[in-house]
């Protein structure tokens, strides 16, 4: 999707509980490594219920560790089923079919989004307030 210098991740799950952090943390790491130094604002969306204290600690401490200079926003939200990430000036994005965490368990789509469900879903960000 071009990740650029911000990316905004909507998950409602992607700071769950999860039977190994380590190994989700290892999948991250795969996933956003390769591109974590360029980043300069990460935004999360997540539902609360689903948050874990232990996961979401995790996560950001690997990410602290990573020495990039990353501003995460963590942002809340049950307006979310399905999980966007959106990059590229928020111009481009991927639908993924299951949270990061559960990639590989089971078949599940991660598809590019059409433009105009980019951009609607942009707006929607930015009318609640979750980016400006």
Not at 57 to 62: D, E, G, K, R, S
Request: a negative charge; glycine letters at 6%; one cysteine or more.
């Amino acid at each position: 999707i071009g990740i650029d210098r911000e990316l905004i991740i909507v998950d409602p799950y992607f700071f769950a509980e999860t039977t190994d952090l380590k190994v989700y943390i290892c999948l991250i790491s795969e996933v956003i490594g390769d591109f974590i130094d360029r980043l300069e604002h990460l935004v999360i969306v997540t539902n609360p219920d689903k948050d874990d204290a232990k996961t979401k600690t995790a996560v950001l401490n690997w990410i602290a560790r990573s020495g990039s200079k990353i501003v995460v926003k963590h942002a809340h939200s049950k307006d979310w089923h399905d999980r966007f990430w959106l990059s590229a000036s928020r111009q481009k994005g991927i639908l993924m079919g299951t949270s990061l965490n559960g990639l590989g368990k089971k078949y599940a789509l991660v598809d590019v989004l059409e433009d105009t469900d980019v951009k609607e879903i942009v707006q929607h960000l930015v009318s609640s307030q979750v980016v400006q």
